[in-house]
T-cell receptor, first 112, second 111 residues
Framework: DVKVTQSSRYLVKRTGEKVFLECVQDMDHENMFWYRQDPGLGLRLIYFSYDVKMKEKGDIPEGYSVSREKKERFSLILESASTNQTSMYLC???????????FGSGTRLTVV | GEDVEQSLFLSVREGDSSVINCTYTDSSSTYLYWYKQEPGAGLQLLTYIFSNMDMKQDQRLTVLLNKKDKHLSLRIADTQTGDSAIYFCAPLDTGRRALTFGSGTRLQVQP
């Protein structure tokens, strides 16, 4: 089975901190995605990547950046964490553009 | 971009059928997915339908697609308490080749 692993299940950070959320997949998938999930809003796309060193903005990229230096790892960076970035963050990957995603278990981030 | 609408809540009795509905705006969506999220977990792919199909059946799950009305539904037969979860409809946005998710429908199954 494909595994998508998110490094932390729960994180608490202070306002203004730089935060790194890590995601690793073990099946050589080309495409990787970061979403945030908020009650009543569903999942919103932050950034995605079709291949190593490639990145595309999603619907809500403001306040975030990403890094994909290796195929298996896709990092989400909150440059200066703010309380409105408190959310569940979900990473996903897929082998090609018409396949469904495999999701990680999520990181619940609280910014205080 | 794509907009996806789902009702927020559905309650059914154990053994009944559940029908979860979804409407979307991008008529060129080629693949349409259904995901399930159990409490505290990530999303699990349940099934999908290709846009040239009207119906797909997979054990207790039936997906119906009405392309003209841009309406997708997921029917769960003989609903069990283990089916209690949030269900997300996710068409493939053909422009940027990413999935757009609805707000999710919380299914509550009463024993």
């Amino acid at each position: 089975d494909v595994k998508v692993t998110q490094s932390s299940r729960y994180l608490v950070k202070r306002t203004g901190e730089k935060v790194f959320l890590e995601c690793v997949q073990d099946m050589d998938h080309e495409n990787m995605f970061w979403y945030r999930q908020d009650p009543g809003l569903g999942l919103r796309l932050i950034y995605f990547s079709y291949d190593v060193k490639m990145k595309e903005k999603g619907d809500i990229p403001e306040g975030y950046s990403v890094s994909r230096e290796k195929k298996e790892r896709f990092s989400l960076i909150l440059e200066s964490a703010s309380t409105n970035q408190t959310s569940m963050y979900l990473c996903a990957s897929r082998p090609g553009q018409t396949y469904g995603y495999t999701f990680g278990s999520g990181t619940r981030l609280t910014v205080v | 971009g794509e907009d996806v609408e789902q009702s927020l809540f559905l309650s059914v009795r154990e053994g009944d059928s559940s029908v979860i509905n979804c409407t979307y705006t991008d008529s060129s969506s080629t693949y349409l997915y259904w995901y399930k999220q159990e409490p505290g977990a990530g999303l699990q792919l349940l099934t999908y339908i290709f846009s040239n199909m009207d119906m797909k059946q997979d054990q207790r799950l039936t997906v119906l697609l009405n392309k003209k009305d841009k309406h997708l539904s997921l029917r769960i037969a003989d609903t069990q308490t283990g089916d209690s979860a949030i269900y997300f409809c996710a068409p493939l946005d053909t422009g940027r080749r990413a999935l757009t998710f609805g707000s999710g429908t919380r299914l509550q199954v009463q024993p």
